[in-house]
C-alpha cells in the first residue's frame, strides 16, 4: 500500500513539474476508456504536427491495430478505419515523415506518447512515421537490471581506459609491487585518478537521465527504445486504459481479436 502510494504522489509530482506547456490537454476517447496526455514544448515538430492532425479529426475511428502487452499500443493507421477482422493494416505514409527529435529528459517510460518509423537499413535518418502513433506499455525494472543497463555501456569503455594508461607504467609497477609497495601503492593511485577523470568526460559514457532509473523502476517503460524513436508528449490521466488495451488477446499480426477503437481524440475548451 505503501509503495503504490508513493508511485501515485511521485507521478503526481512529475505531471505537476512539466505542467507549463503551450499546447492543449489532449483527451483521447476509447472503447476501453479515456486518457489525456499531454505535448512536449520541446519536440515542436512533432507537437506541432500532431495536434494539427489531432483537430483534424484525423484519428477518429481508427484501431489499436498493434498490440504488445508489456511493450507498446499502436495505432492511428488510415487504412484501419472500418478494416474488416483477418485485414493486415498499420500501413504508414511516406508524406508524413519528421524528422527525429530526440530529447535526453524525454523517454520511453510508461504512458509515453511517441512516433513509429521504419527500421534502420531504409531509414537511416530515424524519421518519424507521423501518421499514427503509439503508446508506451512497458515493463518495469528492477535496480538490478538498470545498474546492469549502465554497467555493460561503462564497463568496457573503463576498462579500455585502464588498459590504455596501465599499459605505459606495466613493468615499473611490477618492479615496485615486489620492492617498494609504498611506491607502488603510489604510481598505481596516480594511474588509477588519470583513468577515472578520463572516465568522467568520457562521451560515450552512459548514465540514465534524470528521473528516468526513478521511472522505470515503479511504472515501468521500454528503455530500448530510448534514442531510437521520438517521444512527443505523454498520458497523464488514464493509464489503465493502456493497461486494458495491452492485455487483449490478439492475432499472430498483434491486431486484437476485439477492436480497440480510437472514438476520437479533441483538445480540451
Given amino acids: ?158 576498462n579500455q581506459l585502464i588498459r590504455t594508461h596501465y599499459s605505459p607504467h606495466k613493468d615499473e609497477l611490477a618492479r615496485l609491487k615486489e620492492n617498494d609497495p609504498r611506491g607502488f601503492n603510489a604510481l598505481l593511485d596516480s594511474v588509477l585518478s588519470v583513468v577515472d577523470s578520463l572516465f568522467a568526460v568520457a562521451p560515450d559514457k552512459f548514465i540514465f537521465p534524470e528521473g528516468l532509473q526513478e521511472a522505470y523502476s515503479t511504472i515501468g517503460g521500454a528503455h530500448h527504445l530510448d534514442g531510437e524513436y521520438t517521444v512527443f508528449g505523454e498520458v497523464t490521466e488514464g493509464l489503465e486504459v493502456i493497461d486494458k488495451i495491452a492485455t487483449l488477446s490478439v492475432d499472430g499480426k498483434s491486431r486484437p481479436n476485439t477492436d480497440a477503437k480510437i472514438i476520437r481524440v479533441y483538445t480540451e475548451p
Fill in 1 to 158: 500500500m505503501q509503495r503504490y502510494l508513493f508511485i501515485l504522489l511521485w507521478m503526481a509530482a512529475v505531471s505537476y513539474s512539466q505542467a507549463q506547456t503551450k499546447y492543449p490537454t489532449i483527451v483521447i476517447e476509447t472503447n476501453y476508456g479515456t486518457m489525456k496526455a499531454m505535448l512536449y514544448d520541446d519536440t515542436p515538430v512533432h507537437s506541432d504536427h500532431y495536434l494539427k492532425l489531432i483537430r483534424e479529426g484525423y484519428f477518429n475511428g481508427t484501431l489499436f491495430h498493434r498490440v504488445v502487452k508489456n511493450f507498446v499500443i499502436q495505432g492511428g493507421a488510415q487504412d484501419s478505419r472500418n478494416a474488416p477482422a483477418g485485414a493486415v493494416i498499420g500501413g504508414g505514409r511516406t508524406d508524413m515523415e519528421l524528422m527525429p527529435e530526440f530529447r535526453e529528459n524525454r523517454f520511453h517510460k510508461k504512458g509515453a506518447l511517441a512516433a513509429p518509423r521504419k527500421g534502420n537499413e531504409e531509414n537511416p535518418q530515424k524519421k518519424s512515421d507521423a501518421s499514427q502513433l503509439y503508446i508506451v506499455h512497458g515493463k518495469v525494472y528492477t535496480q538490478g537490471r538498470l545498474d546492469s543497463m549502465e554497467m555493460r555501456v561503462n564497463v568496457p569503455i573503463k
